[in-house]
């Protein structure tokens, strides 16, 4: 018993110590849903890291625990790329060549990040559009997860 609970230890030690080996990046896809190919479609990846516990308040009973004085301006990044990429809808209504345009695009991202060391671990999406009236308005967003095992 004293065995089994012991060799359970030292894999619960080793899985936490081999969990703080590895890093993550996340590459936000916006595609924009606007007729007439006014809207803007992007790839986002940002360039610098942010702290979270830098900006973030802990709440007892309704109470900060640390004062809010942090300046919304202080979260936005100033290094981030940022590659385009086309609308799904041109003025004759949804355009497919766009779509297969913006997949070849994301493919390139993709192998590109994978070339790099990182692998791609979880996709996201979601729709955004009004959903009070027909505006054909919207975006289209796809949040990419990649993992790398961080050097010694």
Known sequence: MKKIILSLLLTCL???AEAQNYEYKVVTIVESIVPMGIGRSRII????ALDANQFTTA????????QDDVDRS???LDAFDETKLLNFYSAA???FQNI????ALITSKINTLTNEGW???FTL??????????DGKGIYITRLIFIKKKLS
């Open 45 to 48: 990846e940002n360039k610098q």
């Open 100 to 103: 297969a345009s913006n997949d």
């Open 59 to 66: 709440r007892t009973n309704g109470k900060n625990s640390k």
């Open 125 to 134: 999406s979601g729709v955004e559009s009004d959903a009070g009236g027909p």
């Open 74 to 76: 202080d979260l936005k």
């Open 93 to 95: 209504g949804i355009n």
């Open 14 to 16: 080793f899985l936490s």
């Open 119 to 121: 692998e791609l671990a």
